[in-house]
């Protein structure tokens, strides 16, 4: 059963659009939340990270929306640029840290066209 | 930032063979995962291992995987012996639990099993 599931599969915006990566759950018991991105044939990377106590976090030009109680998420990416192209991965762990196992999304291609 | 390392980062064998992943985490980490992700799909966890020890596995980490980081060196995923179903993209992390618990994931090593 997939516990964390991402919208859209693919998304592709003009530069300086804002894009925006859904994202939501299953288990109540998710209590952090990272956003990670991915370039081709690298790891991904922990780009901006919510615990449930919060229902905001930005950082820089990136802000996840939570709302708990519909169990659901958004990754915003404020003026995009071409660089932001990448696959994001949404993912949730319990415990309120990130020491535990993260579930993760299928994720979200993101094209960022010039 | 930190990196976490991975060899080889692609390797093909014969099922029933056995085959070992290497990760070289990031210095002074103490906590270790394998994830894997089979193409098209989202990535999965394996195991965390913690001073020495496995702390969590999923069904996925069948009995003929095991996880092992001797003396310090590489941290360690063994297959034996292998099955088609094996072939995918594994990832290492490691973690710590001071000045932040973010999981630094490495490159991947992508295992095809023929």
């Known amino acids: 059963q997939q516990q964390v599931r991402q919208s859209p599969q693919s998304l592709t915006v003009w530069e300086g659009e804002t894009a925006i990566l859904n994202c939501s759950y299953e288990n109540s018991a998710f209590d952090y939340f990272p956003w990670y991105q991915q370039f081709p044939g690298e790891g991904p990377a922990l780009l901006i990270a919510?615990?449930?106590?919060?229902d905001k976090k930005e950082d820089g030009g990136f802000t996840i929306f939570f709302n708990k109680r519909e169990k659901n998420l958004s990754l915003h990416i404020k003026d995009s640029q071409p660089g932001d192209s990448a696959t994001y991965f949404c993912a949730a762990s319990e415990g309120g840290s990130a020491l535990g196992r993260l579930h993760f999304g299928a994720g979200t291609q993101l094209i960022v066209i010039p | 930032g930190p990196k976490v390392l991975q060899i080889p980062s692609h390797q093909i064998i014969d099922m029933g063979q056995m085959v070992t992943l290497n990760c070289d985490p990031v210095s002074n980490h103490l906590y270790f995962y394998w994830y894997k992700q089979i193409l098209g799909q989202q990535m999965e966890f394996l195991v965390n291992f913690y001073n020495g020890k496995v702390m969590e596995k999923s069904k996925l980490f069948k009995d003929q995987f095991s996880v092992e980081r001797p003396d310090g060196s590489y941290f360690t995923l063994k297959i034996q012996p292998t099955a088609l179903e094996d072939s995918a993209v594994y990832f290492c992390?490691?973690?710590?639990?001071?000045?932040?618990?973010?999981?630094?994931f490495g490159p991947g090593t992508r295992l095809t099993v023929l």
């Open positions: 992390a490691s973690s710590s639990d001071w000045g932040g618990d973010e999981q630094y």
């Open positions: 919510i615990r449930s106590v919060s």
